[in-house]
C-alpha cells in the first residue's frame, strides 16, 4: 500500500500543471479521496462517488469526533476531507495526493496517515506575481491575497517540513523530480 503523497506551496507555483501532466501520463495510478458535503446533490452526482453527502447534524457531530483532515465553510454549506477517505483510497490499491495549503499539511501531520510532502517552489515571488497575473484568472484584490500568504508558506518550508522541495523553474525539470519523489515509494 503506498503511503499518500501530500503536495503543497504557493498559489501559482503550478502544482495543478504538474499535477494535470502526471494524471495524463498514468491514467489508472492514482485514485481521489472522496469529500464530504452538507450541500445537496446536483442532478447525476452519486453519493459515494462525487461526494459523501451528509447532513449538518452529522457534518458537526464528525467534526467533533475528529473526522476531518479539513474543513470549511463556502456558501452555507461544509465541506471537508476525512482520513477515511484518504484511507480508502490507499485500501482500493490507489495512489493517493492531496493538493493542499499549509494548514492542511499540518492537519495530515496530526493524523495517522504517515504521509509523504512535497513541496512546490517559484523560482522567485516575482514569477509567482507574473504566472497568477498569466493565468488570467486573479482579480488585483485575489492576486494580492494570494501574494500575501506566500510568504508564510515558504517560511513553513524552510523549518524541513516536507520531505523534497521541487523549485519549478523549467516546468519539465521540475515534473521529473515530483515524479521520482512520487514513485519512490
Ligand atoms: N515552470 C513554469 N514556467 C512558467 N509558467 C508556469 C510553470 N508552471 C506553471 N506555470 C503557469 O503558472 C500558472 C499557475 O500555475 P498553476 O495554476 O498550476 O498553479 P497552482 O500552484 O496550482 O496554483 P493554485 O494553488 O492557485 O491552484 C499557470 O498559468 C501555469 O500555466
Redesign the pocket.
Known sequence: MSRPVVIS?P???????MLKKLFDEFPTTFGFSVSSTTRRPREGEVNGTHYNFVTVEQFQQMIQDGKFIEWAQFSGNYYGTTVASVKEVTNAGKRCILDIDMQGVQAVKKTDLNARFLF?APPSIESLRE??T??GTETPESLEK?LSAVTAEMEYAETGAHDKVVV????ED?YQQMKEFIFAE
Request: glycine letters at 22%.
Open positions: 506551496g498559489s501559482g507555483t503550478g502544482k495543478s500543471t512546490v504566472r497568477l498569466g493565468r494570494r519549478n523553474d523549467v516546468l521540475a
